[in-house]
């Protein structure tokens, strides 16, 4: 039998009945088609379908729907304002963090995730942060660069 | 290289805004409305025979539109190479693996379609199985395919050069054997499809692939419908790495079940599915004996290879072929033979991946190479620069090195990781090892027996003049192949990067082979400069007729137009277009002609301008057997170095620095080469330390899952010092060649060769767990 | 992959919560993190007709510091918290190790103390340093309340002497006296995201900074059908002065206590060794750990 939800998705406050098994992964996809976060594996070995939710990322795979009630989610379709990118976005471009993309979203959210708690990461603190995404197009290295570059400039930008 | 005003660059790629904002659409996003769902049935056994398929309770399920099984799909073999077709789209008569497909379910939903797959009741007669490639070929296994007794899918035996002669004037002969596992290539989207028929009996199928153009053709040829009625269209793919180098069973499924229910089908793979598909790295077992002179000397090479090819052909044919033909460079020998066997066995079938058939003969080579160096109380890069070939060299087996940075490559390493001063000098636990590697730049002809072109290109240019539109089948996978048909095109018009768009990965726009054996930069790139030069040659005429000058005076470069490099007189070119463009915010000006009014001007003059560009490499490769394997208009070499730190009490190893330099002739895009580089890396790491398919004694499998199928975190992959190395190769367009596979080659020897420093252990057999390196440190105590 | 279809409930109260377990006793399942729960639905290994979840029930995630001695900790505590939790660092590190450990950050913030133990998946990584902390666990049901330790929750693979109409609700550990310290280890392939082949638990205190040892516990987890206190080995440590060949000792000792299965991540006599060297190394971290004590 299907469960009424409210929640906020990117700032939206959003209504929705759904049916108990389905995820929240499912939800945003096919819902609310938000198909920016991914499914790569549905058992949370990848990072794929990170969100925030209520300020922390989780695996969007593992949560359902219904536990979301009430809460805050942020997906990466929330991140850029204005068309402008986030400077989290704006680094990965720049620094050619991005090759096929697929881990894009879950890893841009977990960079978010750390930057909001630690706006000065060491190396060691984002490769940390993004352990449970999965990549297999760039090595890490680049988006590691990416991320410690959106650092400074979100430092930056806070100091003006 | 600075001359260059597009090349050679950082460009951000065109596609990185779209897929870091959450707006690249893939496969799995696509959605139409109507839209159904499909499932495959796949079989439980390793090797069963099938006595009778009852969909009737799937049928009757409220929500299933269509039920496919062999009998609707009919019987038409596919495969990768026609001299091996030995697959159906369904199983009929018996299933070969774990796995292998025998129907399929569109249903309003995926649970519909799940329940309908789990109501389709199979009677099976079990048969005895094989999945050890040794046991296979006994006599007494179980035969898997009637065409082939034995189980033996390929065999190969070449010899170049007098192998015997080298050996016997060889002053010493080592020997050595190695072993890999099956791996998956473990791309972080699953395959995914959606088949559509329009009104017209038109098949679009979107699909998760690197081969728009196979695709199409096996689709048709399966569903016995002509090519032209059937469009494969590449959304954004999560990664290839050759595993979606073919046509799959879910795309075929797709098809064939929104055929029959009239609607759009949808399918995905789940990630175990992905691992039951497989068509990823065989399992090689390799036996080498090199023969040198005591001054380091290579002489001749004797290589066996026996692969465990699964239930399947695939790509196997190539993969077999390749693991003696790219021994063959980049050091010099007077003899090699090679014997190659490929085997099915009751696994899912294998294909190819990064680096194909090379991967893990090159490292049982390196390893084999380190060691004679040993012996020889030679330290290994020396003995390594002894043997290389350079420019102008053809190897053994008649592959052209028409540009080979190898020496440039290995200095760069040895001086970047410091290596004379850390070899022979670390203590006990840390090591370095060194490595080296070649690769094709596409492969010298087709997968199937044509004249075609490996790639064609149209460029279009807007009617204003202002952006052109580069039409490519070619595949952007991940690898960048986008940006640089877009940087090759901007560079050979004179534009900016910002004026290019691309459309790409079409079969309505154009043949190209696809995303394999390291062909796009080369091959589409040549077909990309000369759509390119064609528009340009279109534009300059037309100036030239109108101007009154030599069209041969004229160029163009950032977007302007130079007559005998200068303004030159184009008043009324300019006064015509700002005319025409009355009421545009943004007219042409400076004291220079733009790109953008001259090529209206053609347009005025011509109509649409629109310039074709084909490429095909020249006839390569010697006569013999199997030539064509191995053969490439150029090849890209690399050189790399790794530092390993191991912990003696549980065989721990943890890679702590890597060192990569790799000539692909000309750096299109830098940034993007790194980046290849730095992935091949780490997808190396992973095949070296963790990754291996495990199956159970029923050919289960029992790690179908990236939790359980290790590929490296963020955590165990180490940064890596790349160079980029650039020899300006004649073949190649602008001097490019490749990067996206060459560079996985030396991976793996590299760390073995570093593990041997830090221990004493030569771990030749993969993955080098800590289990499988502290049992060999503990037997030497 | 999709989820099976089930109820869901989500009461609002405990009360609530333990009505509904008695009434749908095995029938139901318990969802906090989920990221045991949902895996082995979608796995298609667990079908429950029911799910209830905790999302709802107040007190049930905190962390309660009681009169200085003991911390009660709601068995809805994610291992995130557990892990940056400064008490928990500083004087129950074993058990905010072991939360670090567990499989990546995304994980930790769904997973719970409660689900992993609950769970009684033998590689798990609480269960270890909860024994080592002589952990009481509260178990709640609608007819009353028990208190069991820990020591004595596990059978097997999957099962605990939990009832299916019974709630873990919080675990209680006490601080650990003067010069304790603990640590914790794991073994496995990758640096992160995974299950373990090994993994031990210590908790180590002497008399004084150079004093002998006056208690040890030892706890090793995935050698065995549940998690063992290697209580042979701690008998041999306790009233000794510490040592690299005492622990070494232990470590042997260890070994003896377990009984590892040879499965697709590693063989029984490569546990065995690595028991013992991961034991060694426990006991000298944790020894390090307690001569640094401060109050």
């Known amino acids: 039998m299907k469960s009424l939800i409210q929640l906020t998705v990117n700032g939206r406050l959003v209504e929705a009945a759904v049916e108990p098994n389905r995820t929240l992964l499912q939800f945003l996809r096919e819902d609310l088609e938000l198909t920016g976060s991914k499914h790569g594996c549905g058992l949370g070995d990848c990072g794929a379908c990170t969100v925030i939710l209520d300020g922390k990322p989780v695996n969007s795979c593992l949560v359902l729907a219904v536990q979301a009630n009430g809460r805050e989610v942020l997906t990466i379709e929330g991140l850029a304002e204005n068309g402008k990118l986030h400077p989290i976005q704006q680094a990965f471009v720049d620094k050619g963090a991005i090759q096929c993309g697929f881990c894009t979203p879950g890893m841009i959210l977990s960079a978010k995730a750390l930057l909001d708690a630690n706006p000065r990461p060491t190396e060691q603190e984002i490769r940390l942060a993004i352990s449970g995404n999965l990549c297999r197009c760039t090595g890490y290295q680049k988006i590691v660069e990416a991320i410690g570059e959106a650092a400074k400039t979100i430092q930056g930008m806070e100091v003006s | 290289m600075t001359q260059f005003q597009v090349l050679n660059t950082r460009a951000p790629r065109l596609d990185a805004p779209a897929k870091a904002t959450g707006q690249a659409k893939y496969a799995d996003d696509l959605a139409m409305p109507g839209m159904l769902w499909g499932a495959i049935l796949h079989s439980p056994y390793a090797h069963a025979k099938i006595l009778h398929i009852d969909t009737s309770k799937a049928l009757k399920l409220p929500g299933v539109k269509a039920v496919v099984t062999a009998k609707e799909a009919g019987l038409v073999k596919y495969g990768v190479s026609p001299a091996r077709y030995d697959e159906t789209l369904f199983a009929y008569e018996k299933v070969r693996y774990v796995g292998d497909e025998i129907a399929a379910v569109a249903a309003v939903d995926q649970a519909t379609a799940q329940e309908a797959v789990d109501l389709i009741k199979v009677d099976y007669e079990e048969l005895p199985a094989v999945f050890d490639m040794f046991e296979a070929m006994k006599e007494g296994a179980p035969q898997i395919h009637d065409e082939f007794p034995g189980n033996l899918n390929a065999e190969v035996h070449q010899e170049f050069g007098d192998v015997d002669a080298a050996m016997a004037g060889a002053d010493l002969v080592i020997s050595h054997t190695f072993l890999n596992k099956r791996q998956d290539a473990a791309f972080i989207e699953p395959h995914a499809c959606m088949a559509v028929f329009d009104s017209d009996g038109r098949l679009t199928v979107h699909s998760s692939t690197q081969v728009p153009h196979y695709a199409q053709r096996t689709i048709a040829m399966v569903l016995q419908m002509p090519i032209g009625k059937v469009r494969v269209v590449k959304p954004y793919v999560g990664g290839g790495f050759g595993p979606k180098a073919e046509a799959t069973p879910l795309e075929m499924s797709a098809a064939l079940l929104s055929r029959l229910s009239g609607k759009p089908v949808k399918m995905t793979y789940t990630r175990e599915e992905v691992f039951l598909h497989s068509r990823a790295r065989h399992q090689f077992y390799a036996e080498m004996s090199l023969g040198v002179k005591k001054d380091g000397t290579m002489l001749g090479l004797k290589n066996k290879a026996v692969l465990d090819g699964g239930a399947y052909t695939s790509f196997g044919i190539a993969t077999v072929y390749y693991s003696g033909s790219l021994l063959g460079g980049p ?337 299109v895009n830098r940034t993007q080469v790194e980046g290849q580089m730095q992935g091949s890396l780490s997808m190396g790491l992973g095949e070296t330390l963790f990754e291996e398919v495990k199956f159970d004694s029923r050919g289960r499998i029992l790690n179908a899952s990236l939790g359980e199928y290790r590929i490296p975190t963020a955590l165990d992959m180490p940064n890596v010092d790349t160079v980029i190395v650039e020899s300006n190769e004649p073949k190649g367009p602008y001097g490019a060649k490749e990067v996206g596979e060459g560079a996985i080659m030396p991976t793996i020897p590299a760390i073995l060769n570093a593990i041997y420093d830090a221990t004493g252990i030569r771990v030749n057999e993969l993955p080098s767990s800590s289990e499988r390196l502290y049992m060999k440190l503990k037997s030497k105590e | 992959m999709l989820l099976p279809r089930f109820e869901y409930h989500e009461p609002s109260t405990l009360e609530e919560a333990l009505h509904l377990m008695s009434e749908l006793g095995g029938n139901a399942r318990v969802l906090a993190g989920g990221t045991d729960l949902l895996v082995r639905m979608k796995l298609k290994i667990d079908k429950p007709t029911h799910v209830i979840s905790l999302a709802r029930v107040p007190g049930m995630d905190e962390i309660i510091p009681r009169n200085g001695h003991a911390v009660s900790i709601g068995s809805a505590v994610t291992a995130a918290t557990l892990a940056g939790h400064e008490l928990m660092r500083d004087r129950f590190a074993p058990l905010a190790l072991a939360a670090s450990r567990l499989g990546a950050p995304m994980i930790r913030n769904l997973a719970t103390i409660g689900g992993n133990l609950v769970n009684a998946r033998p590689a798990a990584d609480l269960p270890p340093p909860c024994m080592v902390l002589n952990a009481e666990l509260k178990l709640k049901s609608a007819a009353g309340e028990r208190q069991v330790s820990v020591n004595e929750f596990f059978l097997g693979p999957g099962e605990t002497v939990i009832e299916p109409h019974e709630l873990l609700l919080s675990v209680h550990v006490e601080t650990p006296p003067p010069w304790s310290g603990g640590s914790y280890i794991k073994l496995g392939a990758r640096k992160t995201l995974e299950i373990s082949m090994v993994n031990v638990a210590t908790l180590l205190t002497l008399e004084s900074p150079d004093g002998p040892i006056v208690d040890v516990r030892i706890a090793l987890g995935a050698v065995a059908p549940t998690p063992v206190r290697a209580y042979g080995a701690e008998q041999l440590l306790i009233g000794e002065q510490p040592s690299e060949e005492l622990f070494q000792r232990a470590g042997e000792v260890g070994v003896g206590l377990c009984s590892p299965i040879t499965d697709h991540r590693g063989t029984m006599e490569y546990r065995c060794m690595m028991i013992e060297v991961l034991t060694k190394r426990a006991l000298r971290s944790a020894l390090e750990q307690a001569r640094s004590w401060k109050p």
Not at chain 2, 393 to 411: P, Y
């Open chain 2, 331 to 667: 050091y010099k020998l007077q003899g090699m033979k090679y014997d190659g066997y490929r085997v099915y066995t009751n696994k899912p079938a294998c294909g190819a991946q990064r680096g194909h058939g090379g991967v893990v003969h090159r490292a049982a080579f390196e390893q084999l190479l380190d060691m004679t160096a040993e012996k020889l109380g030679m330290d290994p890069i020396e003995m390594r620069l002894k043997n290389i070939m350079k420019r102008g060299d053809t190897t053994v087996n008649e592959l052209d090195m028409s540009s080979l940075g190898m020496e440039e490559c290995i200095q760069a390493v040895r001086e970047a990781s410091k290596w004379d001063e850390k070899k022979g000098r670390l203590p006990k636990g840390k090591g370095i090892g060194a490595a080296c590697g070649f690769f094709v730049s596409g492969a010298g002809y087709p997968i199937y027996r044509s004249d075609t072109y490996h790639s064609t290109v149209v460029i279009k240019v807007s009617e204003d003049g202002g952006i052109a539109t580069v039409l490519t089948g070619s595949a952007e996978i991940g690898q960048g192949s986008d940006t640089m048909v877009a940087m090759f095109a901007a560079e050979t018009l004179g534009i900016t990067l910002d004026n290019v768009r691309v459309v790409s990965g079409d079969t309505d726009l154009s043949v190209d082979l696809g995303a394999y054996s390291s062909r796009q930069t080369l091959m589409t790139g040549h077909a990309t400069k000369e759509a390119a030069e064609q528009v340009r040659e279109q534009i300059a005429q037309v100036l030239a007729e109108d101007l009154g000058c030599e069209a041969s005076s004229i160029t163009f470069r950032d977007g302007i137009v130079l007559f005998d490099g200068g303004p030159g007189n184009f008043e009324k070119i300019r006064t015509m277009y700002i005319k025409e463009h009355r009421g545009w915010t943004d007219p042409p000006h400076g004291e220079y002609l733009t790109f953008r009014e001259a090529a209206r001007l053609a347009y005025l003059k011509k109509g649409t301008l629109v310039g074709t560009g084909k490429y095909k490499p020249p006839k390569l490769g010697g006569s013999y057997k199997g030539a064509a394997v191995g053969t490439s208009p150029a090849y890209g070499c690399s050189a790399q170095v790794a530092e390993v730190s191991v912990d003696m009490e549980t065989g721990e190893v943890t890679v702590d620095r890597m060192y990569d330099a790799h000539d692909c002739g000309l750096a």
